[in-house]
């Protein structure tokens, strides 16, 4: 039997708001968890706070419809993208970079080297913008694991791949998207550089 939050997802694409705030009601504690970990790595006095993040995010999400997701994974993950495109919406209209001390994160979450050093968000954007260009599946497996928060084996289950793929493919892709970062490297992931 799936979950409820499953059936409430069915239910408010085919046109009960109801479903759509019990889904909302059940998922905040979640969806909020995600805006603090992805601002644990924030700047301090960052004007935009997580709870409003979530609320953005869901509005953007929800908009006048139902999100396409079809299961809790899928519905987070795509929670994830829009909270970081919100971020980096921020972070371009506060015309941060590099120089002036702009948003930083760790990527400590994607097991990256411990010596990595924090990472501008208009840098990870742009990573993941040219990982997407040379390799989508990879772009989706980063959104997955590190902004979605899912396991292996729920990005295995989302991405209709084997755990033992997955976890070989996450391993190539982060350390393909720290090199990028750092080094501003176009190797395709998996390829060895």
Do not use: N
């Given at each position: ?19 759509g705030d019990r889904l909302v009601a059940a998922l ?104 997407e260009d040379v390799d ?58």
């Amino acid at each position: 039997m799936p979950e409820p939050v499953t059936q409430w997802l069915a239910q408010w694409r085919d046109g009960d708001a109801a479903a759509g705030d019990r889904l909302v009601a059940a998922l905040y504690p979640e969806l909020h968890r995600l805006a603090d970990r992805l601002f644990r790595h924030e700047r301090i006095g960052h004007t935009l706070q997580p709870t409003a993040l979530v609320h953005e995010a869901w509005l953007r999400l929800a908009g006048a419809q139902a999100p396409a997701a079809q299961v809790r994974g899928h519905l987070m993950a795509l929670a994830a993208r829009v909270m970081r495109e919100i971020l980096i919406d921020h972070a371009r209209s506060r015309g941060r970079g590099k120089r002036d001390g702009g948003q930083r994160l760790s990527l400590t979450q994607v097991d990256l080297p411990a010596e990595s050093p924090g990472v501008d968000l208009l840098d990870l954007d742009a990573a993941l913008a040219r990982l997407e260009d040379v390799d989508p599946e990879r772009a989706r497996l980063v959104e997955l694991r590190y902004f979605g928060g899912l396991s292996i084996e729920e990005t295995a289950r989302a991405l209709g791949q084997s755990p033992a793929t997955v976890k070989r493919h996450w391993q190539s892709t982060r350390l393909w998207l720290y090199e990028s970062m750092v080094a501003g490297q176009d190797a395709r992931p998996g390829s060895g550089r």
